[in-house]
């Protein structure tokens, strides 16, 4: 009988250097290190710092994951790496060094696309992905929605932010409120404590008009604006700002807009399955606003545990071993890291 590939997936397009192993859908290894405490204060990724980061961490973390999973490189019948897109240099880094274990353990090379790993990690937590589905993929970078018929070949773009990502609000509007960075996290849980419905902040590309030409796009930059805006007029009258309360405002504005557009999609194209993937997936509100929404009419939201929503080796992993059990065709040796890699193109 033939058994599931062993694959292990390398993960540097930000600060995560992250190195993952699995055999089918089966996760042996998730190991990361990550540079965001020494862009703390700088309150966003530092690219050169990312990736002088990566170079260090790169060995030790192969190794971690490979002593995690009890397997030797020789073991591994191929190995992914994140091709694009992301931060020019810190991909450089992955990509060489899977270049480099490729060529020295004779090991097929799979270069792809950092989004649809954000997709393909579900398979790890919850089984192979019914196709069609639909993603809602919301990271620091991105924010959009596809349909997904085949996760080893066809994806189609259906809307994307037309300015700030999803995560780049989160951060944008903790740093304002003096929380630290990454803001996801920090926002998450002082919106616990808060009153979602305080303060009616705006939700961006859902008026009538704004539903005709961008039914599936998101905006967040209003949104950003408008709690900058709330921030400061508390200030100026020199009264104390509800931390909490803003929090969980803005949050519930967010979540409110990308769980009735991606309920939206699932409907429009009679889907029943909708994936949810990126850093801002570890929403603990987005998961429920989604799954409530959805549970109305008969759709099922999957959303993978938070750990593997957020930037790691183990989602790149998963893609590649998805590909070797669809025979895809390994990556040229000389594949280029892509910064800017379309959110179409799931392998190089
Ligand atoms: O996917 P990811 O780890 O990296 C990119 O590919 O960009 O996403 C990082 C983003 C950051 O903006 C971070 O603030 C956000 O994900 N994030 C969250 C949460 N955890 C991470 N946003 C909202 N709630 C969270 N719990
Ligand atoms: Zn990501």
Redesign the pocket.
């Known amino acids: 009988m033939k058994t599931e590939p062993l694959v292990l997936g390398i993960e540097t397009?930000?600060d995560?250097t992250g190195v993952g192993i699995v055999r089918g859908h089966t996760l042996l290894a998730d190991a990361v290190a990550s540079s965001v405490d020494e862009h703390a204060r700088f309150g966003g990724v530092v690219p050169e710092v990312a990736s002088r980061a990566h170079l260090e961490a790169m060995v030790p973390t192969v190794q971690r994951a490979l002593d995690t999973a009890g397997v030797t490189l020789a073991d591994v019948d191929a190995i992914a790496v994140t091709a694009g897109p992301?931060l020019a240099g810190a991909l450089l880094v992955g990509v060489a060094a899977a270049k480099a274990y490729a060529l020295a353990a004779d090991k097929p090379l799979y270069g792809v696309n950092?989004l649809a790993a954000?997709v393909a990690v579900d398979t790890l937590e919850h089984g192979p992905l019914p196709e069609p589905a639909i993603a809602l993929l919301?990271?620091?970078?991105?924010s959009s929605l596809l349909r997904v018929d085949d996760l080893a070949g066809e994806v189609e773009p259906l809307g994307s932010t037309i300015d700030d990502?999803?995560?780049?609000a989160?951060?944008k509007v903790?740093r304002l409120l003096g929380l630290p960075f990454?803001?996801?996290?920090p926002?998450?849980r002082e919106a616990r404590a808060g009153d979602p419905a305080a303060i009616s902040f705006p939700r961006g590309l859902t008026g009538p008009r704004d539903l005709e030409r961008h039914r599936f796009d998101f905006s967040f930059s209003g949104l950003k604006t408008a709690v900058a805006r709330w921030v400061e007029a508390r200030q100026r009258a020199g009264e104390p700002v509800p931390v909490a309360d803003v929090a969980a405002s803005f949050?519930e504005a967010v979540c409110d807009v990308l769980a009735a557009k991606a309920v939206d999609a699932c409907r429009t194209h009679g889907v029943e399955t909708l994936v949810i993937g990126?850093?801002?997936a570890?929403?603990?509100r987005?998961r429920a606003v989604a799954e409530e929404r959805a549970a109305k009419y008969g759709i099922t939201v999957r959303v993978p545990r938070?750990k593997l929503?957020?930037?790691n080796g183990a989602m790149v992993a998963a893609l590649g071993s998805h590909l070797v059990a669809a025979d895809a065709r390994p990556s040229a040796l000389d594949l280029p890291a892509d910064s800017a890699m379309p959110l179409t193109v799931v392998t190089v």
């Open positions: 397009s930000c995560e992301g950092h954000h919301v990271s620091g970078g991105h990502a999803a995560g780049e989160f951060d903790a990454p803001g996801g996290p926002i998450d949050q990126g850093g801002v570890a929403n603990s987005l938070p929503c957020t930037d």
